[in-house]
């Protein structure tokens, strides 16, 4: 299916280390715990966490490099992508 707002995030460490300085800060990722659920990091490349019932509060993607640079919209991609 076409979707112009997105494109494909690579899973390389170079990005999970970039997603570690957003992801791990936000309020949803430290309120819901989502270092112990899978996938823990780069949700834009490697899916939503497997973690439910997750209230949005917080997210940082927006201010992340990779947000813009693969026009990814929204934010939340632990949530939604
Ligand atoms: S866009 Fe969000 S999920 Fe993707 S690397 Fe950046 S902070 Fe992490
Ligand atoms: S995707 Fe957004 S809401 Fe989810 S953990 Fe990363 S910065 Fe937080």
Do not use: W
């Not at 780069?42 to 990779?66: D, N, Q, V, Y």
Request: aromatic share 10%.
């Amino acid at each position: 299916m076409f979707n112009p707002g997105k494109d494909t995030v690579p899973d390389t460490e170079e990005n999970r280390q970039i997603c570690r300085k957003y992801c791990t800060i936000c309020e949803n990722y430290k309120h819901h715990s989502l270092d112990q659920y899978q996938p823990g990091e780069l949700f834009c490349a490697r899916g939503t966490s497997s973690a439910t019932s997750m209230k949005e509060i917080g997210c940082f993607c927006p201010a992340c490099e990779l947000f813009a640079k693969h026009h990814i919209r929204g934010g939340y991609c632990c949530v939604r992508r």
